[in-house]
């Protein structure tokens, strides 16, 4: 519509030079798609790994750190989105933004696991302040991991995605509700609890809004990879 002509890549295509030749730039995509899966699968995997050690027995519990997997399982991550941006944006593999829609429901399950582990531990009101900060850790790490694969397919819609999230802000007020007005407890702990319900009760809102927040950084992603991403991939 701006006239600008665009420099999106189309699908790899198969190379009708010399039979025997390789494309290199099919070999690329596929390489691209392996690291971008395998990559994304070990920081799944092992942000798993960490969930189930916090929230393990409280013998297990004191020997993980958080500061060390977080930080690495970031940068298994960030090798794997990077890799998924540069094999959709840059060489047009058709099949990643399956992988990845895959990925973010997966991502989306975790949460929801994640998100009812933290409502019981709240309930029950025997965690302090330590663990506590874990929680919120485990979490926007799972969210964050959730809006960057949103990020890497284009006109991708996250409202489906905000219905579970607003159903376990539903089941955490009623729990919430049963446990001050018929058990009681010790209103220390009520901080935590809106601490929790407010701050993913206005992420599913927003993602269900829809409101763009997020337009911004996508659009400079697409501009960045027009403008390079015929200098970065190979033609052949």
């Not at 701006?2 to 420099?7: L, N």
């Not at 019981?120 to 965690?127: G, I, P, W």
């Not at 996250?158 to 955490?172: D, G, K, S, T």
């Given at each position: 519509m701006?006239?600008?002509?665009?420099?999106s890549p189309t699908p790899?295509?198969?190379?009708?030079?010399?039979?025997?030749?390789?494309?290199?730039?099919?070999?690329?995509s596929l390489l691209m798609l392996?690291?971008?899966?395998?990559?994304?699968?070990?920081?799944?995997i092992g942000g798993a790994r960490v969930v189930y050690e916090i929230f393990g027995s409280s013998t297990e519990e004191s020997k993980i750190g958080i500061f060390a997997p977080v930080v690495m399982l970031?940068?298994?991550?960030?090798?794997?989105?990077?890799?998924?941006?540069?094999?959709?944006?840059?060489?047009?593999?058709?099949?990643?933004?399956i992988l990845i829609n895959v990925f973010m429901w997966v991502c989306l399950a975790g949460i929801c696991y994640l998100y009812l582990e933290i409502i019981?531990?709240?309930?029950?009101?025997?965690?302090d302040l330590w663990r506590f900060l874990k929680y919120v850790v485990v979490m926007l790490a799972g969210l964050a991991a959730l809006i960057g694969l949103h990020l890497?397919?284009?006109?991708h819609n996250?409202?489906?995605?905000?219905?579970?999230?607003?159903?376990?802000?539903?089941?955490?007020l009623g729990l919430d509700v049963y446990r001050y007005v018929f058990i009681g407890g010790n209103a220390i702990y009520l901080l935590g609890d809106l601490f929790f319900l407010f701050g993913m009760a206005g992420v599913a809102i927003m993602m269900l809004a829809h409101v763009g927040l997020l337009d911004p950084l996508r659009t400079r992603f697409t501009n960045y990879f027009d403008m390079n991403s015929t200098s970065i991939r190979t033609q052949d």
């Open positions: 701006d006239g600008r002509k665009s420099t790899t295509q198969p190379h009708h030079g010399n039979g025997h030749l390789v494309s290199q730039r099919g070999m690329l392996l690291i971008s899966v395998g990559t994304l699968a070990i920081a799944m970031g940068v298994a991550y960030g090798v794997g989105w990077l890799t998924a941006m540069v094999g959709i944006r840059v060489y047009g593999n058709l099949i990643l933004p019981v531990r709240l309930l029950l009101q025997e965690y890497i397919n284009e006109d996250l409202r489906p995605f905000a219905i579970p999230l607003l159903i376990m802000c539903v089941i955490q």
